[in-house]
């Protein structure tokens, strides 16, 4: 029974079809593009700015930005030609089953958790911190004991927000997506809003010098040094040129979650034609809002200054303009919802994937007869994401969706041109340019990124890889789809003998 068995792509397309596993077709390019505008335009431009700025880029944040967006462009056309292709829900996940097998498909479903999972109890409390600012400048604070769960007890705020985004999940495709789009229509005009603004404050000298020199990095040795450090004994060190891809292996986690417009494959009315569109469209447009914002904020304040918290907030309330400010902290709290809900979408839709073909259990990839969507997978998603985000701290984490998300991206890289090998014969609405050009920089620039990472989070990932195998080859290597039916096959030839 081969770990590296595939499933067929004909078979992919079979099983959406199945009744008690169909999902509803509703989304159209416009859904799929505002979904990813959705998702992406969030914690990015509302926290790590000032972040990478202050302690790793300076200036320079701005092509720590562009070059984060390049590796998720290249990675987003190798996503891009898999998903009119395989217009399967599980994105990477079912990519990997029809091209590296069952094995890759499994660690690549199990990083997947990492990266929605993980990602959206983050941005969750994100989301507290931000409601908590909001509070306090119309009166009102929460107390410590429910505010946190590092200062208190209970982060309770990240909870109920988390589960309220549950039963709109639950409640159908189309309800989500109309949500996502009034809430994204708001916090995109508060970032243009920001550009537009920010531009009249910028000081020129702040710009200088663009790229700080390099300095020896404070308490950052040892697992706290990038892979890069480790692996060449180099001294730790910010800014700078390192500084700049440091920078970017950091604020990847801004463009996190465009490949969950990938997930919602079957569940869009013409995949074929709008996965590519929703998936190029909506990384354009949130790259080139991340590079302007970064630009003003950096230009507004000094870099040294930035507020790590909230800095287009405090960027405001520097200059004096403490009405823009609040309605910058109104912006973030749209922005991180979106953010959640369409991360748990992504979660619940993977997990449906795996579900359906029998490596997590499969009463779990039943779909509500009334709403048409995976309750039962969405309902256990919700409840996990609120837990983490009420209860444990997440903070030393947060590293740990980046290297999961690129590893994914190192995967879809290489089956995309496996799948361009093996199956030439297979209808493909959008065909990568440059093959297999593009699919190998996407490999080199996302695994460039990973090595900029700190050991601690490389060890962290193994572990958790090394957890994923005990699972796979303890429970879901006899019970996929596959290994059953082929089971199935050989008994029925040996009755026959």
């Known amino acids: 029974m081969s770990v590296l068995r595939t499933k067929p792509v004909e078979q992919s397309i079979r099983d959406t079809e199945e009744p008690e596993h169909r999902l509803r077709k509703e989304l159209s390019a416009l859904d799929l593009t505002v979904f990813g505008v959705g998702v992406v335009i969030g914690t990015g431009i509302f926290v790590l700015t000032g972040v990478a700025a202050k302690t790793t880029a300076g200036p320079a944040v701005a092509l720590s930005f562009l070059i984060a967006g390049v590796a998720c462009g290249l990675a987003a056309l190798c996503y891009a030609?898999?998903?009119?292709?395989?217009?399967?829900?599980?994105?990477?996940?079912?990519?990997?089953?029809?091209?590296?097998?069952?094995?890759?498909?499994?660690?690549?479903?199990?990083?997947?958790?990492?990266?929605?999972?993980?990602?959206?109890?983050?941005?969750?409390?994100?989301?507290?911190?931000?409601?908590?600012?909001?509070?306090?400048?119309?009166?009102?604070?929460?107390?410590?004991?429910?505010?946190?769960?590092?200062?208190?007890?209970?982060?309770?705020?990240?909870?109920?927000?988390?589960?309220?985004?549950?039963?709109?999940l639950v409640a159908g495709i189309k309800l989500s997506s109309r949500?996502?789009?009034?809430?994204?229509?708001?916090?995109?005009?508060?970032?243009?809003?920001?550009?537009?603004?920010?531009?009249?404050?910028?000081?020129?000298?702040?710009?200088?010098?663009?790229?700080?020199?390099?300095?020896?990095?404070?308490?950052?040795?040892?697992?706290?040094?990038?892979?890069?450090?480790?692996?060449?004994?180099?001294?730790?060190?910010?800014?700078?040129?390192?500084?700049?891809?440091?920078?970017?292996?950091?604020?990847?986690?801004?463009?996190?979650?465009?490949?969950?417009?990938?997930?919602?494959?079957?569940?869009?009315?013409?995949?074929?034609?709008?996965?590519?569109?929703?998936?190029?469209?909506?990384?354009?447009?949130?790259?080139?809002?991340?590079?302007?914002?970064?630009?003003?904020?950096?230009?507004?304040?000094?870099?040294?200054?930035?507020?790590?918290?909230?800095?287009?907030?405090?960027?405001?309330?520097?200059?004096?303009?403490?009405?823009?400010?609040?309605?910058?902290?109104?912006?973030a709290l749209a922005g991180l919802t979106t953010v959640m809900m369409i991360l748990m979408l992504g979660q619940s839709r993977v997990a449906f994937a795996m579900s359906r073909d029998g490596l997590l259990p499969r009463q779990l990839s039943i779909v509500h007869p009334r709403f048409g969507t995976p309750y039962r997978i969405t309902v256990i998603v919700g409840v996990v994401v609120a837990v983490l985000a009420g209860i444990i701290p997440l903070a030393e984490l947060a590293e740990l969706v980046n290297i999961g998300t690129l590893f994914a991206f190192v995967l879809v890289s290489i089956g995309v041109v496996v799948l361009r090998r093996t199956r030439p014969d297979l209808p493909r609405s959008f065909r990568l340019p440059l093959m297999p050009l593009i699919p190998v920089l996407s490999l080199v620039a996302c695994l460039m990124l990973m090595f900029f990472l700190t050991v601690e989070t490389w060890l962290r990932f193994l572990a958790w890889m090394l957890l994923g195998f005990i699972v796979y080859f303890l429970y879901s290597r006899r019970r996929s789809r596959l290994a059953v039916d082929r089971r199935a096959a050989a008994d029925s030839q040996l009755d026959q003998v």
Request: hydrophobic share 55%.
């Open 179 to 331: 949500v996502n789009e009034v809430v994204v229509t708001i916090k995109v005009a508060v970032v243009l809003f920001v550009i537009v603004a920010g531009a009249f404050f910028i000081d020129s000298d702040n710009y200088r010098p663009f790229v700080p020199p390099s300095e020896p990095a404070a308490d950052t040795s040892g697992l706290h040094a990038t892979l890069v450090e480790a692996v060449f004994g180099q001294a730790p060190a910010n800014f700078g040129v390192s500084g700049v891809f440091a920078a970017a292996a950091l604020v990847f986690f801004a463009f996190i979650g465009f490949d969950v417009v990938a997930t919602t494959a079957e569940e869009t009315r013409h995949p074929q034609r709008d996965l590519p569109r929703g998936i190029l469209g909506s990384l354009l447009i949130c790259t080139t809002l991340y590079v302007a914002v970064s630009l003003v904020v950096v230009g507004m304040r000094n870099y040294t200054d930035l507020d790590e918290a909230a800095p287009l907030a405090a960027a405001f309330r520097a200059v004096d303009r403490p009405f823009f400010a609040n309605l910058i902290t109104v912006g």
């Open 81 to 168: 030609e898999f998903a009119s292709t395989v217009p399967v829900a599980g994105s990477a996940y079912t990519f990997s089953y029809a091209t590296l097998g069952e094995l890759v498909a499994w660690i690549i479903g199990w990083d997947l958790i990492l990266e929605f999972i993980i990602g959206a109890a983050v941005v969750a409390v994100g989301w507290s911190q931000y409601l908590g600012v909001f509070l306090e400048t119309i009166g009102l604070e929460l107390p410590t004991a429910v505010a946190s769960s590092e200062d208190g007890v209970v982060n309770l705020p990240a909870i109920l927000v988390v589960l309220v985004l549950t039963v709109v």
